[in-house]
């Protein structure tokens, strides 16, 4: 306890210097800086190689720090009742008078925001008075990390802090729901969709149709493992590592499951784990068993999709 507190202290010092640390969340571990510093923010992009246009979600404490900075209306009132501090980001209209510098939002006059639910993440934002800009502490376009030991793999001596909050309990990225103009979710993630169909009936999630606003990490080279991998195996080939949804009896050297009784967020909370930890073993290639398109699987297939497209 107390070496988390001293630990925060830290993580506190960097931010307030302008620079940027690791810090864990539910999700996924978060590459954080000063939301209204243009200098801290501007280290976020190099640290990651993120191209400029791909805006940043910003990390708050509470609904009065959040006021400051965006617009709020009936529709995000209710998600934010239901789901917060919890695994969903929104997209909100930013406020003229807002701080928060223009590298986060890409110049434009919206941003994402969202309330993490990690303890540790928690008592670091109640104690600063500025929010937080984290995207996933991973180099763009790989896969996010869920544990220091993963952000140290990706950045190595080049990050100065990294807050350990053990590992992420969601294991993929917060959902991200659109709530300018007609309500949408613009990214599958943490909160299942159909909870929030229920809460919001007039939400479209089509991603087939054209979207307004762009996500840009909702591109195909999005979430790669680095390697091919194979969708929907019924088995494995002898030179790939074969990805399975529940533990099996006989588990040759191969095999890797994602959980002991396939539920399924237990498989969300171990992908990308297992992906690293294969990458790690230097396997070349990699086939994954079906996965149910329901509850969370539909976001796990959203990932598991965009990693088989981008070798
Ligand atoms: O769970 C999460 O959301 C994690 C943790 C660290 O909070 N963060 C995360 O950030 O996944 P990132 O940057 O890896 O993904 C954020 C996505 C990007 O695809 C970005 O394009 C989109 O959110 N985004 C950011 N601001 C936006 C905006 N104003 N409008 C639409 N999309 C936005
Ligand atoms: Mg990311």
Known sequence: ??????NIKKAIKYLKNNECIAIPTETVYGLAANAYSHKAVSRI??????????????????????????EINNTFFKLFKKFCPGPISFVLKLK?????????TNNSNSIAVRFPSHQLTRKLLKKINFPVAAPSANISTSISPVSKQDVIDEFGDKLKFI????????????TIVNLIGK?????LGGIESKTIYKLISSIKHDFKKKIKVKVPGTNKLHYSPGIPMRLNAKKNFYDEAFILIKKRKN????????????????????LYKTLRKIKKKGYKKIAIERIPNINIGEAINDRILRASKNE
Do not use: W
């Open 45 to 70: 992009f190099k640290l990651k190689k993120r191209p400029k246009n791909n805006p940043l979600i910003v990390h708050y404490y509470s609904l009065s720090d959040l006021k400051k900075d965006c």
């Open 251 to 270: 588990l040759s050297k191969n095999y890797f499951y994602l959980s002991k009784k396939s539920n399924l967020k237990e498989v969300a909370k171990n």
């Open 163 to 174: 807050l350990d909050g053990g590992t992420s309990k969601v294991g993929l990225e917060s």
């Open 96 to 104: 003229k008078t807002s701080k928060i510098s223009k590298l986060v």
């Open 1 to 6: 306890m107390k070496k988390n507190d001293s």
């Open 183 to 187: 309500p949408q979710i613009l990214r």
